[in-house]
């Protein structure tokens, strides 16, 4: 089965600042999906971004980008101009084009915005 | 509005009690998928159903049942054999294999504790 590692359990920015979260996974695919899901103290999920592995360009929405680096299995999100409103646990997740449409999630990054 | 509910939002039940958790969907979605969230492990999937009338056991299916009689609801019965069952349940939707959408979206979440 895939496996999503975030490696960072918490995570601290100051307001306007810009920070970046970690996501890497292990898989033998070549085409599957990749997501940063966002959820804040109402622990409503929320998807923030996603990211074709067949496309080469890095998604972008807004003040969030993703880095995706497919060769070393690395897809890291990037929040410029962090706002108080970006403070939740954030997730990386896989989606497995073969397995029955399964999505694999990672075990999130808290991530804290100070005024 | 289309989205998924989930009801209740607490839910208290008493050791050696099954319980079910209800999950509704108007999206029109073929897929639908039940998680665990607990403190540190991020979500772990318990079933998935790609099609009325089918499903499939994800990771940690061991003492739960579930059902998809109809294409909008998907049921999940906790069942006295589940060792930890307080936990925060999360249910999923997505629209299969439609290559245009292909995240999943979330309710809001039922969060059950069993004394």
């Known amino acids: 089965a895939q496996t999503v590692t975030q490696s960072q359990p918490e995570m601290s920015v100051q307001e306007a600042e810009t920070v970046t979260l970690s996501c890497t996974y292990d898989?033998?695919?070549?085409?599957?999906?990749l997501f940063w899901y966002k959820q804040p103290p109402s622990r409503q999920m929320i998807l923030v971004i996603r990211?074709?592995?067949?496309?080469?360009q890095n998604a972008t929405e807004n003040r969030f980008s993703v880095n995706f680096q497919k060769a070393a299995k690395s897809f890291s999100l990037k929040i410029s101009d962090s706002q108080l409103g970006d403070a939740a646990m954030y997730f990386c997740?896989?989606?497995?084009?073969?397995?029955?449409?399964?999505?694999?999630f990672g075990t999130g990054t808290s991530l804290t915005v100070i005024p | 509005d289309g989205g998924i509910t989930q009801s209740p939002k607490y839910l208290f039940r008493k050791e050696g009690q099954n319980v079910t958790l209800s999950c509704e969907q108007n999206?029109?979605?073929?897929?639908m998928y039940w998680y665990r969230q607990d403190p540190g492990q991020g979500l772990r999937l318990i079933y998935y159903?790609?099609?009325?009338?089918?499903?499939q056991k994800g990771d940690i299916a061991e003492g739960y049942s579930v059902s998809r009689e109809k294409k909008e609801s998907f049921p999940l019965t906790v069942t006295s054999a589940q060792k930890n069952p307080t936990a925060f349940y999360l249910c999923?939707?997505?629209?299969?294999?439609?290559?245009?959408?292909?995240?999943?979206?979330f309710g809001p979440g039922t969060r059950l504790t069993v004394t």
């Open positions: 999923a939707s997505s629209p299969g294999t439609s290559p245009t959408s292909y995240e999943q979206y």
């Open positions: 898989t033998s695919e070549s085409d599957y999906y």
């Open positions: 990211q074709e592995a067949y496309k080469q």
């Open positions: 997740a896989y989606r497995s084009t073969n397995t029955g449409n399964q999505f694999y």
């Open positions: 999206l029109n979605h073929d897929a």
């Open positions: 159903s790609q099609i009325v009338n089918d499903f």
